[in-house]
């Protein structure tokens, strides 16, 4: 089945641009139907939708973030990515991936990232 | 966007207990609704899609019900492994959005 793993900077300078990848494993990220999403969790707080996309490239954005974000796939290398622009402290926070479809639900362990100076 | 209003937000159980959680849609979702489980330090793991229809693998004490605006879910018999925070997800509309949790803790 499907594995997922996040790979990202850890650590951020406010203002800067927040790029995360997730490579996805046994299974292929052009076909299987699934939502290619980004969630986060920001410290000691729920959980927040952030965006997805499709194997088509058709991107949905939280309107929340919709000005500084973009989803992106790459195909050759399995993988979609997240780059979020000019980020603060409150973009602190644990990122998800996850390949989510009805019936199917896998997660990335996820990736920390602190924002600060 | 459609606001998932959860309750209670925590609730203190004994192993064995019948446990309810809620969740409220402030405009119907169908059945686009999700329960999720999290534990401390690991992602949120699917327990219910499509308000009632159990994630494979996940023990048959956990069920979910509702339609519209209303949703449960029940742990029929609460185990030691049960003890989480729990979200419910609604996947109707753009965006996606989240409960607020409901923490389960050992009474």
């Known amino acids: 089945q499907v594995q997922l793993q996040e790979s990202g900077p850890g650590l951020v300078k406010p203002s800067r641009t927040l790029s995360i990848t997730c490579t996805v494993s046994?299974?292929?990220?052009?076909?299987?139907?699934?939502?290619w999403t980004w969630i986060r969790q920001r410290p000691d707080k729920g959980l927040e939708w952030i965006g997805h996309?499709?194997?088509?490239?058709?991107?949905y954005y939280n309107p929340s973030l919709k000005s500084r974000l973009s989803i992106s796939l790459d195909t050759s290398k399995n993988q979609f990515s997240l780059q979020l622009t000019s980020v603060t402290t409150a973009d602190t926070a644990i990122y998800y991936c996850?390949?989510?479809?009805?019936?199917?639900?896998?997660w990335g362990q996820g990736t920390k990232v602190t924002v600060s100076s | 966007d459609i606001q998932m209003t959860q309750s209670p937000s925590s609730l203190s159980a004994s192993v064995g207990d019948r446990v309810t959680i809620t969740c409220r849609a402030s405009?119907?979702?169908?059945?686009?609704l999700g329960w999720y489980q999290q534990k401390p330090g690991k992602a949120p793991k699917r327990l219910i899609f499509?308000?009632?229809s159990l994630q494979s693998g996940v023990p048959s004490r956990f069920s979910g019900s509702g339609s519209g605006t209303e949703f449960t879910l029940t742990i029929s018999s609460l185990q030691p492994e049960d003890f989480a925070t729990y979200y419910c997800?609604?996947?109707?509309?753009?965006?996606?959005?989240f409960g607020q949790g409901t923490t389960v803790e050992i009474k």
């Open positions: 405009q119907g979702i169908r059945i686009d």
């Open positions: 996850a390949a989510l479809r009805h019936g199917v639900d896998i």
């Open positions: 997800l609604q996947h109707n509309t753009l965006p996606w959005t």
């Open positions: 046994r299974g292929s990220i052009s076909n299987g139907g699934f939502y």
């Open positions: 996309i499709f194997e088509s490239g058709t991107t």
């Open positions: 499509a308000a009632s």
